[in-house]
């Protein structure tokens, strides 16, 4: 047996650190199948995926529509721009009524109030409601369920217009 | 002399020999022949042969480790049994309890245990701790099955929390979704996390799926896995701590007086058997005369007005009412979950293993300490609500500081100033302080989650509990 010393490492210790480094290895990519094989499941045409959702004069300025389907709210404002709003709210999810008569959207769980855009009036909500992207083609509205996007404020950018009436 | 009859024993007939293969006949009359059955035997072999007379006093244990092993066995009984009943799949899953309730054989029955079950061995796994605590059974050598214990427990809450889904009804739902919304403010992964949780952005046929899968058989398995390791983990400990009087713990145990010890057979194990028929008798009782709660099939347009999280997770939802969720939901739990669990590492006197609250003295600081939380508690949770607004005073700061670690550390300054009082008053010593500290924190947790059940009502505004309209 020769001396175990700090420059020279044994066949044994060799083959135990190559063993441990191909375990390790083997375990985490066993664990990222696992995470990979777990991901969420979404499907085109229900929620999760692209939703048509009809034309766009079905939806006057200044309403809010709720698309039971999708799960959220299609505001269109006073100059025809629209945005989808999820209906989640974003302090703890549950889900947010539009109060007509008020205006504004209500949270019966902790009363968080936001307006028809989805700014946060009143929290505990920390944010505003989540958005949806809208499409508008060859007149037809289409929200993209599938990505949220999360926002600190209202944000112009996020806002879909039809193209003859942005003209 | 007791030699082993095998099956094999030609001298036999046949009907004999089968029945020699479950072990010898009948129950052995000697010591001797008492031990042996309990090596012999995988499962009475759990235990050893002999114990030590004084452990099985009732008023040490209160049985309550032996009364949670009882309710885990029941909850799989019963649980196999709903399991061929059921449909992890909306809205069939909703259609299927209700057809347990009225046209299933038993079916009824078997869920109410089932139900009734599970609330119950939530309290009693904590108040198993409890007992674990203030005997102070969790020191070395004992440290390991501590921690085994805190991981036990967090998986009977899961073990809870996954199945309070699976009925689908309203109820179910919306605890579920403000349950695990409460994930999403994990700093950097919480809205990755949420989404593999709930496979989906919000509670939805794939949480269902996922939930059952946890409930079924991903937690169960692990709690087998772990009680054996916690009950192998007692006998390898030398067996329980052994109670002490304060008297015993004035005047240092005499090597001399050589510890009564006794056969398992029939000392230890007539008492569980007749704890166990005791409390399956009163589940059946229970289970036959209330209802485990069913409301209308789950709705995920309409949210009940309160939405409520699980009771046991009331105490968490309150703290959400006071501080940002950042740190009511993340960093209290895991800075609370950290101190409990690594309680064996920094409490390290073992003098007053056995004596429940470590002395007399100890008695009247563990009342101390639950008087002051009493009162406390309710009082900061009504300043808060009512006069304190630190957002509103301090417009410019990030909530998760102004409304979070800057009241946070008020209370812990709070906090510490109580126990350097009580050090003045009463010069007590390190292991005092953690005896108090943690009976504080334990009753305010207790008084948070009471008044997250009885206070809370429409729109979680503070209420007296006979003013509170049913959820709607
Ligand atoms: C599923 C839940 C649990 C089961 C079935 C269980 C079962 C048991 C049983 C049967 C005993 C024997 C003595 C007695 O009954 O007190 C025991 C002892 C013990 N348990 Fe548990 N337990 C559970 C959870 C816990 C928890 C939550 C803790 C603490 C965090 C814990 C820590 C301990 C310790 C330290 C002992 C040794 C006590 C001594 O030596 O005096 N266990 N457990
Ligand atoms: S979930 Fe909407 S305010 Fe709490």
Redesign the pocket.
């Known amino acids: 047996m020769t001396e175990i010393n700090d420059t020279n490492i044994t066949r044994r210790d060799f083959l135990k650190t190559a063993w441990s480094v191909i375990g390790g290895i083997t375990a985490l990519e066993a664990g990222a199948l696992a995470i990979a094989y777990m991901q969420p499941r979404l499907a085109e045409g229900e929620f999760g995926g692209v939703l048509t959702i009809g034309a766009v004069e079905d939806f006057p300025p200044g309403s809010v529509t709720h698309i039971t389907d999708g799960r959220f709210y299609l505001t269109r404002f006073e100059d025809g721009g629209f945005v989808a709003i999820y209906q989640r709210c974003t302090h703890l999810g549950c889900s947010v009524p539009w109060e007509q008569t008020e205006n504004m959207f209500i949270c019966p769980c902790h009363n968080s109030q936001f307006t028809s855009d989805g700014d946060v009036l009143n929290p505990p909500a920390p944010r505003p409601l989540d958005l949806f992207a809208v499409s508008i083609e060859e007149g037809i509205v289409k929200v993209d369920t599938g990505n949220l996007i999360v926002r600190d404020q209202f944000d112009p950018a996020h806002v879909a217009y039809a193209a003859q009436e942005n003209e | 002399m007791s030699r082993k009859i095998t099956s094999h024993d030609p001298a036999a007939g046949f009907f004999r020999r089968l029945r020699n293969t479950l072990g010898p006949k009948g129950m052995p009359t000697d010591d001797r022949g008492r031990m042996r059955m309990v090596l012999d035997s995988m499962i009475l072999h759990i235990h050893p042969a002999k114990v030590d007379v004084r ?1 099985l006093r009732f008023s ?10 009882l ?2 066995v029941m909850l799989m009984s019963t649980g196999v049994l709903l399991e061929m009943n059921y449909t992890p799949s909306p809205p069939q899953a909703y259609l299927d309890i209700l057809n347990l309730r009225t046209n299933v054989w038993f079916g009824e029955l078997i869920r109410n245990i089932h139900h009734w079950s599970a609330n119950l ?1 939530v309290v009693v ?2 108040l ?2 409890l ?3 203030f ?1 102070g ?2 020191r070395p050598p ?1 440290e390991t ?6 991981v ?2 967090l ?2 809450l899961g073990a809870n929390f996954t199945g309070y889904l699976l009925p689908w009804d309203q109820l179910a739902f919306w605890a579920i979704t403000v349950g695990t919304s409460i994930v999403e403010y994990v700093p950097v992964v919480g809205s990755w996390l949420s989404n593999l949780l709930l496979g989906g952005p919000e509670v939805s046929a794939n949480t269902l799926l996922n939930f059952y899968a946890l409930h079924i058989s991903i937690i169960p398995v692990s ?1 087998v896995m ?2 054996s390791y ?2 192998w983990r ?1 006998r390898k ?1 030398g ?3 052994v109670p002490k009087t304060t008297a015993e713990l004035a005047a240092p145990e005499e090597e001399t007086t050589r510890p009564e010890r006794v056969t398992t057979i029939p000392h230890l194990v007539r008492v569980e058997l007749i704890w166990a028929v005791t409390w399956i008798a009163v589940m059946l009782t229970v289970g036959m005369l209330v209802a485990a709660p069913l409301e209308g099939i789950a709705n995920p347009d309409i949210s009940p007005n309160p939405a409520k999280a699980p009771w046991y997770f009331m105490g968490l939802q309150e703290l959400l009412l006071h501080f940002h969720p950042v740190i009511a939901a993340v960093l209290i739990p895991v800075l609370a979950l950290g101190a ?1 669990a690594l309680l064996p590492f920094y409490d390290i006197s073992l003098g007053s293993v ?1 004596v429940y609250f470590r002395s007399w003295r100890g008695r009247y600081l563990t009342l101390i300490a639950t008087s002051l939380s009493l009162f406390v508690t309710p009082v900061w949770v009504l300043v808060d609500e009512f006069a304190l607004h630190w957002t509103d005073w301090l417009p410019g700061w990030p909530t998760w500081i102004s409304n979070g670690l800057l009241p946070l550390s008020l209370l812990l300054l709070g906090f510490y100033t109580l126990q350097a009082a009580l050090r003045m008053i009463f010069k007590t010593n390190p292991e005092e302080r953690i005896l108090i500290g943690f009976t504080y924190l334990f009753v305010a947790l207790i008084v948070l989650t009471i008044i997250g059940i009885f206070f809370r009502g429409e729109g979680m505004q503070l209420f007296w509990p006979w003013e509170i309209v049913p959820a709607h």
Do not use: P
């Open positions: 452990t040490y244990t209160w049985g309550l480790g032996g009364l949670s092993a309710l885990v061995l796994s904590i198993h701790l007992r674990v605590f005997t059974a969790y004992r099955n501590w921690i085994i214990g805190v036990m427990l998986l009977v709690i772990l009680m916690h009950f007692v400990d067996g329980l701590s409990l056995g």
